[in-house]
């Protein structure tokens, strides 16, 4: 089966001077809390054009000049495994500027293939996640849900983003904790009032490579020792002595890593807290810049 969600990453957005157009994320979405809603898969353009119209006017850029539905109703035919409308670029006058008069008959459906990909509400789901996660900040999520009349729908879902989330906050919570609330590699502690700044709960094992959440996979680094981890410029020995990237260069790399080369990391004090060797050992294998 065709990943839907590559699919989903791949829409091309017409950029026009930088611009991003939020035509064809609207009209998916639309299109997509129908099948949720089980309307069958037809969308006449006379149907959606009014709906689609009020979101491009509240969720479109601001400076986008048109607001005009009939634009992704034809042009996302150009990701033929996600939409099929009826009337095709190539059928237009003015390939590049669809009239509202050319589509005012239209019809549209999403391939079979795809409809029956929708039909499983769990993905149809994800699916819209994915599409705001990728054209929207969070603060507008909750204000298009309530729009596309899916936002009750979409709460159990949205409650178990919720508690992976807490999860989250747990994790960082113990490995700030275990590790004394400074950096284990410079033990910078920098705080703003009392607030401590700039000190990351960071996961050895990537969680991208499925690396866990749980303490031994945790420690606290300042935000320029978390990125020299995470893009493998440093890593950790079996001994938990701080070893260097024979490729790191450039400009005061000694105060900031030479200096603490070989030297032993900060180690929490409760053994139960201590770094799992397995993610390390990942880390120093499939992460770190090892190379001569
Ligand atoms: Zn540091």
Redesign the pocket.
């Known amino acids: 089966m065709l990943n839907y969600f590559e699919e989903i990453a791949k829409i091309k957005v017409n950029k026009s001077g930088g611009v991003i157009s939020l035509h064809k994320p609207l009209l998916l979405l639309l299109t997509i809390a129908d099948v949720i809603h089980g309307k069958p898969n037809v969308f006449t353009f006379k149907e959606i054009e009014k709906p689609l119209k009020m979101l491009l006017g509240k969720y479109g850029l601001k400076n986008t000049k048109t607001l005009k539905p009939e634009y992704p109703f034809v042009y996302l035919n150009s990701s033929p495994n996600l939409w099929e409308s009826n009337i095709k670029r190539q059928d237009l006058k003015n390939p590049d500027s669809v009239s509202r008069s050319e589509v005012e008959n239209a019809s549209a459906q999403f391939p079979p293939s795809f409809h029956s990909f929708l039909q499983n509400i769990e993905q149809a789901k994800i699916l819209v996640i994915q599409l705001l996660n990728e054209y929207w900040p969070e603060a507008y999520h909750d204000d298009i849900l309530r729009d596309l009349g899916i936002e009750e729908i979409m709460h159990q879902h949205m409650n178990q983003e919720a508690i992976k989330k807490r999860r989250g906050r747990l994790f960082v919570e113990e490995v700030l904790d275990s590790y004394e609330r400074k ?1 284990a ?2 033990e ?1 502690s920098i705080r703003l009032g009392d607030t401590l700044i700039g000190i990351d709960a960071c996961h050895v094992k990537p969680i991208q490579h499925f690396g866990d959440d749980h303490i031994t996979n945790g420690i606290a ?2 935000k ?2 978390h990125w020299a981890l995470d893009r493998g410029a440093i890593s950790i020995s079996e001994e938990r002595e701080l070893i260097i990237s024979p490729k790191l260069n450039g400009s005061r790399i000694n105060e900031y890593f030479h200096e603490f080369s070989n030297h032993k990391i900060f180690v929490p004090r409760n053994n139960a807290s201590h770094l799992n060797e397995s993610n390390v050992s990942y880390h120093r294998k499939y992460v770190f810049e090892g190379g001569r």
Do not use: N
């Open positions: 950096c590699i410079c910078q680094l300042c320029i020792h």
